[in-house]
């Protein structure tokens, strides 16, 4: 066991400056108007550093940075982007610990999660497309003896990107790594609850990129968001959040006629059909903590299985299994290794979690544990702590149905295979799901009939590089993660080529 | 006064003729969806384009503001939220997706409760 100090208190591995500037053009640069706010730490709700509050006169001066830089870093060989990005890779890896205590401490989330997850998949997952960059080939498509189709990928030029609060270092990692990688320039603005972890990995990596290749511009979404994602000075817009701002960056975008891709949430069902509990062995010991994963960072993942749908055969002992593991959790101080369920990322968020238990409770959902916020005491009574709360009840309930995101499941049970998908897809969203059964049959058919971009089989939560992530319905369009990725933030060139001599004999 | 879909506490109200005075007319969409969703947001009137998908729940009379505020969400949500009665309340906060309030520091909030059978038959 270790607690980590926090930044900024004796002992401290790290710590963070006590104000952020934009990023742009290679230097720190303050706010056109002088503006800054107040950043907290939602272990304590104490506030640690303040940060500029962005205008459009700044998002202005990242775009002309990043367009004075776009065109040379769109003709840098891949080989060299491959490095630099494998070279941020390794300065991660070296300073792994304090990335992790630095992204705890903005975020809220228990500091063994950033060790094991949230940072080591952000290093990979520059590697990943430091490779997929170099691997990656256009086409030569021979039309006919005198006639060559070249396909090239070339760079959009510069984009947008907007970054969400729940895993400030990783998600914008998730679009950093594949626009760079393709040639991009980039202006990126963090979420406003979390805009700091992201200039502690900056301190760590700045010096490897040429200057407005990246660009970072801090605010509020109202006052930063809005003018980067309107611009026509961008050639995309990358966007996870919800749906009425995915819907108000894709209005901007028609007006610009320009693409977006955007990861907008879920309601992501998790499936236990009867033969998981066939014995008492590994396999039904990985299926409750299946079951627990609801819990991952507080609930706060667009992903997060929070319909957990039992089949009927195993619904009580089943459940009665996971709420004992669920009871066993261990909620504390976001610092302590020991830690599996830490803060809310903000006070806004632990309000809306503590509305969706009313409204929960009111539409006769039972409560089997927690559905109360946490006071942990001591200096963590001010941080935004929620008990992991399981909700029995029905798929019409409005707990069923909305993101609450928070460490909240709503169990209901199913009959069989059919009222399973039924219920599954029964939701308005479509983007992760999890199946757990010993019949591969079940599972390969249960993964194919459900609607969502992603249907973890006999797992969870699992975040590799390589594999697809994005959503059917209304969680979005486009897909972030796997090299087709690079395809999001390319355009694609053809030199159609005739060597032939000869008129073609029309004119 | 007649039955509401959706009411607004008095801080709420407050807020929004704040933000009235400093921006214009406004409106509200009803996100869903992660991180900042589930929540209002709040904007100047018609920036948010709403359409054939969308259902106008209330328009908003607030003390000191001359025009009504439209408050909107997706049909699609609307099915899923139609038999409980909404209350726009603001708390403490930060972030909002591009809603006016969070530079203030403050988000806003719904606040639900079931409707009654008589309610429900009123608004049918």
């Known amino acids: 066991m270790t607690v980590y100090s926090a930044p900024g208190s004796d002992g401290a591995i790290v710590n963070y400056e006590s104000r952020y500037d934009h990023f742009i053009g290679g230097e720190y640069v303050p706010p056109a108007r002088g503006q800054y706010f107040a950043n907290p730490s939602p272990v304590t709700g104490q506030d640690f550093c303040e940060v500029a509050r962005g205008t459009a006169e700044d998002v202005e001066k990242a775009l002309d940075a990043a367009h004075g830089a776009a065109d040379a870093w769109g003709r840098t060989s891949t080989a060299e982007r491959a490095n630099i990005l494998n070279k941020i890779a390794d300065r991660m890896e070296q300073n792994l610990e304090k990335l992790a205590v630095a992204e705890c401490w903005e975020n809220g989330k228990p500091v063994r999660e950033t060790l094991a997850a949230d940072i080591p998949l952000a290093i990979d997952h520059f590697r990943y497309f430091a490779g997929a960059i170099r691997a990656q080939e256009g086409t030569a498509g021979e039309i006919d003896d005198d006639t060559v189709a070249y396909h090239f990928h070339e760079p959009l030029g510069v984009v947008a990107q907007i970054i969400p609060w729940n895993f400030p270092i990783l998600m914008a990692v998730w679009k950093l790594a594949p626009a760079l990688a393709a040639g991009n320039a980039v202006v990126l603005k963090p979420a406003e609850q979390t805009p700091a972890s992201i200039h502690y990995w900056l301190s760590l990596v700045a010096d490897l990129l040429p200057p407005g290749v990246l660009n970072i511009v801090n605010g509020f979404g109202v006052e930063a968001g809005k003018p980067l994602a309107s611009s026509n000075r961008v050639a995309k817009v990358a966007f996870t959040g919800e749906t009425t701002t995915g819907r108000l960056i894709m209005q901007y975008a028609s007006e610009n006629l320009i693409p977006v891709t955007l990861e907008l949430g879920g309601k992501s069902p998790n499936i236990f059909f009867d033969d998981v509990s066939r014995l008492d062995d590994d396999f039904y010991d990985k299926s409750l903590e299946g079951f627990s994963m609801f819990a991952l960072n507080q609930g706060e993942v667009c992903t997060c299985p929070s319909r957990a749908l039992?089949?009927?055969?195993?619904?009580?002992?089943?459940?009665?299994?996971g709420v004992k593991r669920v009871e066993n959790l261990k909620q504390g101080n976001p610092l302590?290794?020991?830690?599996?369920?830490?803060?809310?990322?903000s006070n806004d968020q632990l309000e809306k979690i503590?509305?969706?238990?009313?409204?929960?409770r009111q539409e006769g959902a039972k409560v089997l544990t927690g559905g109360a916020r946490a006071d942990l005491g001591g200096n963590l009574s001010g941080g935004y702590y929620v008990q992991p709360t399981i909700f029995e009840g029905s798929n019409a309930m409005r707990i069923f149905q909305e993101e609450i995101f928070g460490p909240v499941v709503s169990v209901t049970s199913f009959a069989d295979y059919a009222d399973a998908i039924k219920i599954a897809n029964d939701t308005l969203y479509g983007l992760g799901a999890g199946v757990w059964t010993r019949d591969i049959n079940t599972a390969y058919r249960a993964g194919r009939a459900i609607k969502a971009g992603r249907v973890w089989t006999n797992s969870y939560h699992l975040y590799p590089a390589h594999a697809a992530f994005g959503g059917y319905k209304q969680s979005g369009i486009g897909r972030e993660n796997h090299k087709m990725m690079l395809d999001h933030y390319q355009q694609t060139k053809n030199l159609l080529v005739s060597y032939s001599p000869k008129a073609m004999g029309f004119f | 006064m007649g039955t509401t879909r959706v009411d607004v506490t008095p801080a709420a109200a407050a807020m929004m003729r704040q933000l009235r005075g400093q921006h214009g007319p406004l409106m509200f969409h009803q996100s869903g969806g992660c991180c900042d969703g589930s929540s209002p947001m709040c904007y100047l009137e018609g920036e948010f384009r709403t359409g054939q998908s969308?259902?106008?729940?209330?328009?908003l009379k607030i003390d000191g503001v001359d025009e009504p505020i439209t408050f909107w969400m997706s049909g699609s949500q609307f099915e899923l939220w139609k038999h409980t009665h909404l209350t726009v309340d603001v708390v403490p906060g930060r972030g909002a997706g591009f809603s006016l309030e969070a530079p203030e520091g403050v988000r806003f909030l719904i606040r639900s409760r079931l409707l009654t059978e008589q309610e429900l038959a009123e608004l049918s």
Do not use: C, P
């Open chain 1, 336 to 345: 302590d290794t020991d830690t599996q369920v830490g803060a809310q990322a």
């Open chain 2, 54 to 59: 969308d259902v106008l729940l209330e328009s």
């Open chain 1, 354 to 360: 503590l509305s969706y238990f009313d409204i929960g």
């Open chain 1, 310 to 321: 039992i089949q009927q055969g195993i619904y009580s002992d089943f459940l009665a299994a």
